[in-house]
């Protein structure tokens, strides 16, 4: 897309070149209660990478973006992220004892899991996994 701009200020024209990308990402959210969980993860057709963080964590904020990063270009794998502190009941259910704890689930189940700041070769492996299969 080309767009002509006149400045007001200076009388002159210019052309700014802007991009638009309607490739589909993967889907980030945040998920609020139990509700939204079953919703967006256990009811979910593509896998979910379930990342129970809280903001305290300093571990969990390297962790987070590193995922979502490495998430970007995939359609077919989506980003949950559960705030422990305002997830208590989600906490319990699926025995969160430390985080950064992330879940990956398949089809409303569990199919793999890690604990604590990992490398990014794990997570794209984690990634590989559960877009292998379908």
Known sequence: MLRIFRSSVLGERFIRKTFSFSAVAAKQFVIKDHYEFDQKVINSENPVIVNFHAEWCDPCKIL????????????EIDLAIVDVDNNADLVQTFEVKAVPAVLAFRNGVVVDKFIGLVDANMIESLIEKLAKKK
Do not use: I, Q
């Open 64 to 75: 987070t973006p590193k995922m979502a990063e490495l998430l970007g270009p995939s359609e």
